[in-house]
């Protein structure tokens, strides 16, 4: 089952430059494929995502415009908090590449959630 939690951790990974646009992607349509099943705040971002990606591939938006508009999507469901930055870099990185992530700890504090 895919949760808020799922999608703004991918999008972290993504935006913050540790999985790429292809690896986010790969991840997100398979994570997605049941959102017509999920919860409505799931089903939404999911809606709200496919928007923005199909801006992008029309090239209505460039990357770093479809990069800030996931994050706006993402955004009201974060935490308002830090987190610690292994669990926030790694747990999605490690869910979209099946990798552990070898950010520096100084790459790993631009992140937070």
Same mark, same amino acid.
């Given at each position: 089952?895919?949760? %808020?939690?799922?999608?703004?951790?991918?999008?972290?990974?993504?935006?913050?430059?540790?999985?790429?646009?292809?690896?986010?992607?790969?991840?997100?349509?398979?994570?997605s494929r049941?959102?017509?099943?999920?919860?409505?705040?799931?089903?939404?971002?999911?809606?709200? %995502?496919?928007?923005?990606?199909?801006?992008?591939?029309?090239?209505?938006? &460039?990357?770093?415009?479809?990069?800030?508009?996931?994050?706006? %999507?993402?955004?009201?469901?974060?935490a308002t908090? &830090?987190?610690?930055?292994?669990?926030?870099?790694?747990?999605?990185?490690?869910?979209?590449?099946?990798? &552990? &992530?070898?950010?520096?700890?100084?790459?790993?504090?631009?992140?937070?959630?």
């Open positions: 089952m895919l949760t %808020i939690d799922d999608l703004s951790q991918a999008v972290a990974a993504y935006t913050g430059g540790f999985v790429s646009y292809d690896e986010f992607e790969e991840w997100f349509f398979a994570a049941g959102k017509f099943g999920e919860p409505r705040d799931v089903l939404k971002a999911c809606l709200d %995502i496919d928007l923005a990606h199909s801006e992008f591939l029309d090239d209505a938006v &460039s990357e770093s415009e479809f990069q800030r508009n996931l994050l706006g %999507i993402v955004a009201p469901f974060r908090d &830090s987190v610690v930055q292994d669990y926030v870099v790694d747990t999605p990185y490690r869910a979209l590449t099946g990798r &552990s &992530s070898t950010a520096s700890p100084a790459r790993r504090a631009l992140l937070t959630v």
